[in-house]
């Protein structure tokens, strides 16, 4: 049968039957059967829709088909636009997440408003914004910082602390939250290890001669006898030997300091903060940098290491480099590189100096400075 028709009778796609079908979106192609129509579809890559760019001739544009293909695509055009847009599963889960977190951020907003509190965020991708967790609570209207604690040692720790809790106590419960975790873990190792060496004989040790010829080195160097570790078991607290003397860790004072960021300083400049105000009192009037870092030390604030500086260290430097700031030199060299040299500049110049006020433009730079930094 297949003899008896021509090329353009048969399948496009087998050439061994009459085709029967017509792809919508390549008129050329034409299939026997539904096997045959999808083995042009994944030869051709086609979804199998009609295009309404591609091009028609005149002659196809004056039948039947030609009209029912513009209708059709005027038609879908015009509800498109009438039909309001519909939203996916994804985009309705999202918007209750966007709303939340929009009133989050007003409600933050205002929180460091009213409190006079300058909130900096950190540019988008910047290890300190990834891990920001401060959340303001809807409910009871409150903000839970993130504050990153620093110890002696530099050791860095973060915990969640609510705007009304006071500092000292917010210290001692994550250094108490911190403790109990380790003598989890350590128990839990412990118990581990002992399961372990439960199922195992326990190899006898012999006496040592020192006499008899052997590998030199401790029995711990040798790895005959392995270094035990003990688990805490006292909840109080811990007792530090330093030169024959006990000393508890209740004993040691402590002092807080909260790290200005942006300073024109190498070292952390650290300013003092009570042990007994809360964590809105101590970020009063104060800017921070999408979370506050709080310097947990046993020197005072006269008493720093040099590795630090303190606030009225840093005012005292600030103050001292702007005595030795020459104003009219500064302003004379900008107007010289902005304005270029012209035959009236020593005129400008002379004008300049006679109605600039050193005094008065000194004091306003050190307001600036003293503002930006408080």
């Known amino acids: 049968m297949a003899q008896d028709l021509s090329r353009g009778q048969l399948c496009t796609v087998c050439a061994a039957h009459a085709h029967k079908y017509r792809c919508p979106r390549c008129p050329a192609v034409r299939t ?3 096997s045959c129509y999808k083995r042009h579809q994944s030869r051709a890559s086609c979804n199998g829709q009609r295009s309404e760019t591609n091009y028609v001739k005149k002659s196809q544009l004056v039948t039947a088909a030609g009209f029912d293909h513009d209708y059709n695509f005027l038609t879908k055009i015009e509800r498109a636009i009438q039909t309001p847009p519909r939203t996916t599963a994804d985009q309705v889960d999202e918007r209750p997440h966007k709303r939340r977190k929009k009133a989050a951020m007003g409600g933050m907003e205002k929180y460091c408003s009213e409190n006079a509190i300058t909130l900096e ?26 504050v990153e604690w620093v110890d002696e040692q530099g050791s860095r720790t973060t915990s969640r602390v609510l705007e009304d809790t006071p500092l000292g106590e917010a210290y001692r419960y994550m250094k108490k939250e911190q403790k109990r975790l380790l003598r989890q873990e350590t128990t839990t190792t412990h118990d581990a290890g002992k399961e372990v060496n439960a199922s195992k004989e326990c190899p ?79 970020l009063t009037q104060r800017r921070i940098l999408e979370y506050p870092t709080v310097y947990v030390l046993p020197q005072p604030a006269d008493s720093l290491p040099d590795t630090y500086m303190s606030e009225g260290a840093y005012r005292r430097q600030l103050q001292d480099d702007n005595k030795n700031v020459n104003i009219a030199e500064i302003v004379r060299s900008a ?31 050190k307001r600036d400075v003293n503002a930006q930094y408080m």
């Open 32 to 34: 026997c059967s539904l």
């Open 121 to 146: 965020r950190a540019p988008e991708g910047f290890q300190r914004a990834k891990n920001n967790e401060t959340k303001f609570f809807q409910r009871s209207k409150k903000v839970c910082w993130m």
């Open 204 to 282: 006898q040790l012999l006496p040592v001669d020192v006499n008899t010829p052997g590998p030199t080195g401790s029995l711990a160097e040798q790895g005959s006898i392995a270094p035990t570790t003990t688990t805490p078991t006292d909840t109080g607290p811990d007792i530090t030997v330093q030169g024959g003397q006990t000393r508890t860790d209740t004993e040691q004072p402590l002092n807080f300091y909260l790290h200005l960021p942006r300073c024109i300083s190498r070292n952390p400049v650290l300013a003092t903060l009570s042990e007994t105000s809360t964590i809105t009192q101590c």
């Open 335 to 365: 107007a010289a590189e902005v304005g270029g040299r012209s035959a009236r500049t020593d005129e400008l110049h002379a004008l300049q100096e006679e109605r600039l006020d050193e005094k008065a433009i000194l004091e306003m730079l």
